[in-house]
């Protein structure tokens, strides 16, 4: 808005951050009071960089400067994206080979029965339709070793304490079965134990043992040990992660090192951060870089949360429509929901990710009609191309907004990019009216509803399928489409209030700006808390879970210095994963305290776990009586770092200023064509009312507001849909 880009900025207090998407690259330029502008350009997937030079430009241009002054004066960058997705997708990575005990060579081939991974319910019901993902690993290059480390069991007494070595390493096992992966042409080695996340000593010498042998060799490759990237239990999950790690972790670094080399040269002096899976930023040089796979849809849920702390909201679920995708997300408390165990691409991975639940309903998605007269959205996507009404050769869901009026084709982004609404009609008419018989703008109005009941259904569930009331949640919509369609998403569901904000196509890089800097650390712990513990074992059991603490502790300093950060001003947050003994699940459980030192410390957590397990189910099914089982310890070390703000603006008058008015257009809603009065998003102000039939435009997105709703601004200039 006109309020939120003032024309000077102070030096060295710039945030860049920006999200990669599919189809557009989002840069939020937040500027030293807090406030903020945005920037876009065409996502190029082959040359990054490129993109990430265009959008930090634009966004400087918006406030009177070019790219090098912003980037001269910038404390911190952060860049989101999906480049390992795609590397994992294209099956473009590294030739790996894995070290595991012996006994488990097939480990990659049994991917423990999850070849279900990403198909449709009625897919998942027919066995003969269930197939393997595309393998990350030769399993020709899976090499067993002789050892085992005991695991630990639910009999305590009857078996060897976890850790306690039952076979010891063979050593020429490792120097063998490495050379072998080297004459093979292997370009990284993962090395899997099985039970290393209780005791690593075994993966950490065999490792040591591997790097002698490619010393004395001609080549130079990496040897990753799962017990570093994944130090949990399940191991067909933690060898997913491991092969992440080194199919593709490594070729996004590249890319990631890519961009960061274009801001250097453009007067940037800092390294880049990205994001990680389950929230918090980390620098491109961190260790476990496949916990960023997903790092651009994980910025928008942040974002969310600093609207909802910023508007005191308490529940609020996520909308991102964007070019490839509908994605949406749950805060409950003001907190993020986490999956332990992430599907993604078809595996399991032992990695905490934040949740989401996903449509193939983006303004980009492809609409077709198939044999049998049936109409469909998706999967395939436009991205940059964006329809027919500019350089693709299908018809999308962009195309028929354009045509029936609700997307100007003179002003996308701006005016920078003309969409030809000619070719879009005619798309429209040939993919979808003539196959059907039916006129071309009701075929329009009939693709609108598919998508809008697609993404409605979505978000519906998501809430009630956890027990949660949609009167309780306020929806936050964002994405570059998301305003375009909110009027369609949220008909019909009983939303507390439905919100976005005039950065709404950017809102994912916003979140970005405001992550924190944060590393997460894992460790295995298999212990029990049977009823009627004694009092000297709570105590025995409490020193065991400090120890674990204090060491997490120390390996993020160690880590986090080594990235530069001073680790005097570092912040620590304590978990533990558990469950009632017998259940096959752990979940998260956040203990407001870190330091265990005497037994009623035990209880604390137990209650803490009692707490949880209440949120998230009935009173009723809890079972205290069977005991509890810590399987896993984790730790989140926090550094300050600059972060963006919501600036507050004084409420002016309800009517919008005369500077505002567009004029009209005719639009084709509801079965007729409606005169829809345009606005412009940059005059209008904190206060001001905007009722429907309206469409408000910017050069990023553009809101719709039917007959009989309104737009209330409030004082942060977030947009309340009513």
């Known amino acids: ?80 994206g999906t480049g390992m997705l795609n590397t994992i997708l294209t099956g473009t990575g590294r030739k790996v080979g894995l070290l595991v005990t012996r006994g488990f060579e097939h480990i990659t081939i049994v991917e423990g029965g999850l070849t279900y991974l990403g198909q449709t319910q009625a897919e998942i019901l027919h066995q003969q339709l269930h197939e393997h993902t ?16 005991c695991g630990g069991s639910y009999f305590s007494g009857s078996h060897r304490a976890p850790g306690e070595e039952l076979v ?79 199919f593709a972790a490594e070729l996004t670094r590249e890319a990631l090192l890519a961009v960061e080399g274009a801001a250097r040269e453009d007067g940037y002096n800092g390294r880049l951060l990205t994001l990680l899976s389950y929230g918090g930023a980390v620098n491109v040089e961190y260790q476990r870089l496949y916990e960023t796979m ?64 996903s449509v193939g309903s983006g303004a980009g998605s492809a609409v077709w009609i198939d044999e049998y007269r049936r109409l469909h959205v998706g999967p395939d996507s436009a991205g940059a191309k964006v329809g027919s009404c500019f350089k693709y050769d299908k018809l999308t869901v962009t195309d028929v907004n354009v045509a029936l009026g609700y997307v100007d084709p003179s002003y996308f982004l701006g005016g920078k990019i003309a969409l030809d609404r000619d070719k879009a009609l005619k798309a429209l008419e040939e993919t979808v009216a003539k196959p059907l018989g039916i006129d071309v703008y009701e075929a329009g109005r009939g693709i ?47 939303f507390e209030d439905v919100i976005t904000m005039p950065w709404a196509a950017g809102f994912s890089a916003f979140g970005a700006a405001g992550a924190e800097y944060m590393h997460r650390y894992h460790r295995g712990f298999v212990e029990l808390v049977p009823n009627g513990m004694a009092h000297d074992d709570k105590q025995a059991l409490a020193d065991r879970l400090d120890a674990v603490f ?71 099914a809890r079972f205290p009586q069977a005991g509890y089982s810590i399987t896993e310890v984790y730790l989140q070390a926090v550094a300050p770092k600059p972060q963006p703000d919501m600036r507050e603006y004084p409420l002016s008058n309800h009517e919008p200023a005369a500077a505002a008015f567009v004029g009209e257009r005719d639009v084709y809603h509801a079965g007729r ?45 977030c947009l309340h849909y009513r």
């Open 1 to 80: 808005m006109a309020t939120q880009a003032p024309t000077h900025a102070a030096p060295r207090e710039f945030i860049l951050a920006l999200d990669a998407g599919g189809t557009m690259t989002d840069t939020i330029l937040v500027k030293g009071d807090g406030s903020f502008t945005i920037g876009k350009s065409l996502t190029n997937r082959e040359d990054e960089a490129s993109s990430y030079s265009e959008s930090v430009a634009d966004a400087a241009l918006q406030i009177g400067l070019d790219s090098r002054t912003v980037h001269t004066n910038t404390s911190v960058s952060i860049y989101a």
């Open 134 to 149: 595309r393998p990350l690993v030769d399993p020709r290059n899976v090499l067993g070793v002789a050892e085992r480390i």
């Open 168 to 246: 010891p390493l063979n050593e020429d096992d490792v120097r063998r079965h490495t050379q072998t992966l080297i004459d093979r042409g292997c370009e990284v080695i993962g090395i899997l134990f099985i039970n290393s996340f209780i005791a690593p000593k075994h993966e950490h010498r065999a490792k040591a043992v591997a790097e002698e042998v490619v010393a004395k060799s001609d080549r130079r490759l990496p040897i990753v040990c799962s017990s570093d990237v994944a130090p949990v239990s399940r191991e067909n999950n933690r060898v997913k992660s491991l092969l992440f790690q080194c």
């Open 294 to 357: 997903v790092s651009g849809p994980i910025g928008g849920l942040m974002g969310a949360q600093i609207v909802a702390n910023k508007l005191a909201l308490r529940n609020v679920v996520t909308a991102d429509m964007g070019g490839t995708s509908f994605d949406v997300g749950l805060l409950v408390d003001g907190r993020l929901g986490l999956r332990k165990d992430a599907d993604f691409a078809g595996h399991r991975l032992a990695l905490p990710m934040v949740a989401l639940d």
């Open 448 to 494: 609108l509803d598919v998508v809008n009941t697609q993404m409605r259904d979505l978000a519906l569930a998501m809430m009630t399928s956890k027990g949660y009331d949609p009167r309780e949640f306020t929806m936050i919509c964002y994405g570059g489409a998301g305003p375009v369609h909110m009027w369609g998403f949220t008909d019909g569901i009983p």
């Open 550 to 620: 204090r060491g997490l502790e120390e390996d993020a300093r160690n880590e986090m210095s080594a990235e530069g950060v001073d680790v005097r001003h570092l912040t620590f947050r304590y978990g533990v994963y558990a469950r009632y003994i017998g259940q096959l699940e752990s979940f998260d459980t956040v203990l407001d305290f870190g330091h265990l030192k005497r037994a009623e410390d035990v209880d604390r957590l137990v209650d803490a776990f009692e707490d949880m397990y209440t949120k998230v189910y009935p009173v009723g």
């Open 673 to 717: 064509w409606v005169p829809f009065k345009v606005w412009q998003m940059g005059e209008l102000t904190a206060g001001n009312v905007v009722n429907g039939p309206a469409i408000i435009r910017d050069p990023m997105t553009t809101v719709v507001v039917p007959p009989g709703k309104r737009i209330e601004i409030d004082r942060f200039l």
